[in-house]
């Protein structure tokens, strides 16, 4: 099945260090979805990519969508401590079958912010 | 504007009990999901829901049933509770399969003793 990686597993930044959190499908993906999800939260929907080589940008978040449509990416500049939480990426395979109505998730990169 | 609702959103249990967990979105959303969160393992997809009356094993979906009789309620229940179980629940609902975000409810904390 479909396996969706996500890298590191855990960073810690002092504040106002940048930080990256990246994303690989083990398939081609229709669509990549980025959450937050705050300690103690649910997730909570950040954005979509569709196209190949999609850049988006929110306020100090960046995301890209791969070229291949097989992986992604979330840059953070100068995080905050309101920054802190956990970072899903969450992907559909572009497959027709019953498996493309799954959204699989990323295990998660979990962000600390030294103040 | 409730969103998506999960009940409860605590419970503990013994080995071997049942329960049933609720879940209720009030967008009109045709799909439905339960996920299973521990620590390190991100988020499982355990079942899913495409519509009323039609539900689907995603990637963890033993020892756990599901049903979707109305549109807007997916339920999922333990037959047999284990402790392997213990976990947090999250229930997210979304319009269709493609270029959606999927809304989540705040979670079910379980504990299997």
């Known amino acids: 099945g479909q396996q969706v990686m996500q890298i590191p597993q855990y960073q810690h930044v002092q504040e106002g260090e940048d930080f990256t959190t990246y994303c690989n499908s083990s398939t081609t993906l229709s669509n990549i979805q980025w959450y937050k999800q705050r300690p103690g939260g649910h997730p909570v929907f950040l954005i979509q990519?569709?196209?190949?080589?999609e850049v988006k940008k929110q306020k100090r978040l960046t995301f890209q969508f791969g070229e291949a449509k097989k992986n992604s990416s979330l840059h953070i500049t100068a995080t905050q401590t309101t920054d802190v939480g956990t970072y899903f990426c969450?992907?559909?395979?572009?497959?027709?079958?019953?498996?493309?109505?799954?959204?699989?998730f990323g295990k998660g990169t979990k962000l600390s912010v030294i103040p | 504007n409730a969103g998506v609702t999960q009940t409860p959103k605590f419970r503990v249990l013994k080995t071997g009990q049942s329960m049933t967990l609720l879940c209720a979105q009030d967008m009109n959303h045709e799909y439905m999901y339960w996920y299973r969160q521990d620590p390190g393992m991100g988020l499982r997809l355990i079942h899913y829901s495409v519509g009323e009356g039609t539900t689907a094993k995603g990637e963890v979906p033993d020892g756990y049933n599901v049903s979707r009789l109305k549109k807007q309620n997916f339920l999922l229940g333990l037959e047999s509770a284990a402790p392997s179980q213990t976990s947090v629940y999250f229930c997210?609902?979304?319009?269709?399969?493609?270029?959606?975000?999927?809304?989540f409810g705040q979670g079910t904390r379980l504990t299997v003793v």
């Open positions: 997210a609902s979304s319009t269709s399969k493609f270029y959606t975000e999927a809304f």
């Open positions: 969450a992907g559909r395979p572009i497959s027709t079958g019953a498996g493309s109505y799954q959204l699989t």
């Open positions: 990519l569709v196209k190949s080589g």
